[in-house]
């Protein structure tokens, strides 16, 4: 009796130890390849140097590859400008006055939780009107095998659906310890699942 109480708790720590370890994995897994964006590229929120009918952010903004769990950071000065999330309609007539959302910390990191376009403009209407806005489209989860970048509309550019994907760029900063390790990561997480589950089988039947 003794002996038999001491295999089923063994069998339990088996399986809670193994679980835990799934968790932690799949987890891992799931943040391992998100990236920080510099918006613009430099991070800079302010008016562009050559302002145009185009956003120069749009530009920047079209060559990049934008995924759930990724993140885009705004450096501007307090009290001086701000960064507004916005609806479509506010984007594009500038509105200022009804936001999704308003930041105004001078070192804003927006974090994208689904897919689909995000508007920014800047709180000063002024700033909008001279192309400091903003759209970024947001894919699903980022895959490790890479897809092609998402493409921001712009209101006087247009690319070719042919056009070669690009890969992120330096202004990506990736958040796990190393690239390696990212895309190891993100490869498997099914994998792993699979693969502590079948260990969970194979130490519970080597302990019965």
Known sequence: MAHG???VMMQRWVVVVVVACVVASV???????AFVFKAGGTGEWRVPEQASNVSAYNQWAEHNRFS????????????????LLVDK??????????????????????????SGPFYFISGNKDNCNR????IVVVMGERAANGTAPAQAPSAGTTTSPNSPP???PPSGIEISP??????????HPRAAAGIAG???????YALV
């Open 27 to 33: 987890s891992t897994a799931s943040s391992a390849s």
């Open 178 to 187: 190393t690239p390696e390790q990212s895309t190891n990561a993100a490869v």
């Open 166 to 168: 690009s890969p992120p």
């Open 198 to 204: 079948a260990a969970i089988g194979t130490l519970l």
């Open 89 to 114: 309609n506010s984007y594009d007539a500038c509105n200022v006055n009804s936001p999704i959302d308003r930041f105004a910390d001078g070192n804003t990191v927006f974090t994208f939780t689904r």
């Open 5 to 7: 109480g001491v295999r």
């Open 131 to 134: 192309n400091e806005k903003l």
């Open 68 to 83: 759930v769990g990724d993140a885009i950071s705004f450096s501007y000065q307090p009290g001086n400008d701000s960064v």
